[in-house]
T-cell receptor, first 117, second 114 residues
Framework: KAGVTQTPRYLIKTRGQQVTLSCSPI?????VSWYQQTPGQGLQFLFE???????NKGNFPGRFSGRQFSNSRSEMNVSTLELGDSALYLC????????????????FGPGTRLLVL | AQSVTQLGSHVSVSEGALVLLRCNYS??????LFWYVQYPNQGLQLLLK??????LVKGINGFEAEFKKSETSFHLTKPSAHMSDAAEYFC????????????FGQGTTLQVKP
C-alpha cells in the first residue's frame, strides 16, 4: 500500500498570501489529521477530518481551515500568512471510526515545509 | 487534561551504549501511548505503542518501552545504540475522545557518537 502523500513538499510564500496544502491518506483510511511542527512550539494538533466532517479542532486562529473530500483526500488552507506560520505541516491518516479505537496507529506523511518571507 | 513530558531535550550516547529516553504522562483515564521517531526532513514513523495488552512493548529497530502505571512513565530503551538511531524521538498520548488527536511531548534529540 502506498503511504500518506503530501504535496507540495516545499513552499515559499510572502506575508499576506494564502496557501493550500494537500494530503492523500492511505487507501481505505477515512480519518485525516493535520499537525504543525515548529522548533519553538513542537508538534501541535490543527484539526481532524473524518468522512468529510471536521471531528476535532486545535487551538489555532480561523485563518487555518481545512476540508476533506469524498475520496478522503484533505486540504488545509492558511489565509493571510504571517511569518510565524513558517513550519513543517504534517498530515496523518488512520482508519478512524469506532473500529479503530484509541489504540489505532496514525501514519504520517513526509510533510510540507512552508517558509513565509 | 492529558499530557506527556519528555525529560531531556538532548541525549547523547556512544555507539553500542544503552539508549534511555524518558517520557512521563498525565492522564485521568487509561492512556494510549505512542513513541514516534523523526529523521531529518522526514515525517514521523511509529516505533511502538502501548495498548494495555502488555506492559513491556517491543517495537521496530530493537526499541522497547515499559509502561509503569505507578510511575506514570513510558520510557523508551534500546540495549545498544547504532549510528542510524540518531534522530528526534517523540512520545505521544492519544486524546481521550475517540478522535485522531495525538498530544505530543516536546521531543528528544538523540545523538550517537562513534
Amino acid at each position: 500500500k502506498a503511504g500518506v502523500t503530501q504535496t507540495p513538499r516545499y513552499l515559499i510564500k510572502t506575508r499576506g498570501q494564502q496557501v493550500t496544502l494537500s494530503c492523500s491518506p492511505i487507501s481505505g483510511h477515512r480519518s485525516v489529521s493535520w499537525y504543525q511542527q515548529t522548533p519553538g512550539q513542537g508538534l501541535q494538533f490543527l484539526f481532524e477530518y473524518f468522512s468529510e466532517t471536521q471531528r476535532n479542532k486545535g487551538n489555532f486562529p480561523g485563518r487555518f481551515s481545512g476540508r476533506q473530500f469524498s475520496n478522503s483526500r484533505s486540504e488545509m488552507n492558511v489565509s493571510t500568512l504571517e511569518l510565524g506560520d513558517s513550519a513543517l505541516y504534517l498530515c496523518a491518516s488512520s482508519l478512524g471510526g469506532l473500529a479503530g479505537g484509541l489504540q489505532e496507529t496514525q501514519y504520517f506523511g513526509p510533510g510540507t515545509r512552508l517558509l513565509v518571507l | 487534561a492529558q499530557s506527556v513530558t519528555q525529560l531531556g531535550s538532548h541525549v547523547s550516547v556512544s555507539e553500542g551504549a544503552l539508549v534511555l529516553l524518558r517520557c512521563n504522562y498525565s492522564s485521568s483515564v487509561p492512556p494510549y501511548l505512542f513513541w514516534y521517531v523523526q529523521y531529518p526532513n522526514q515525517g514521523l514513523q511509529l516505533l511502538l505503542k502501548y495498548t494495555s495488552a502488555a506492559t513491556l512493548v517491543k517495537g521496530i529497530n530493537g526499541f522497547e518501552a515499559e509502561f509503569k502505571k505507578s510511575e506514570t512513565s513510558f520510557h523508551l530503551t534500546k540495549p545498544s545504540a547504532h549510528m542510524s538511531d540518531a534522530a528526534e524521538y517523540f512520545c505521544a498520548v492519544r486524546h481521550s475522545s475517540n478522535t485522531g488527536k495525538l498530544i505530543f511531548g516536546q521531543g528528544t534529540t538523540l545523538q550517537v557518537k562513534p
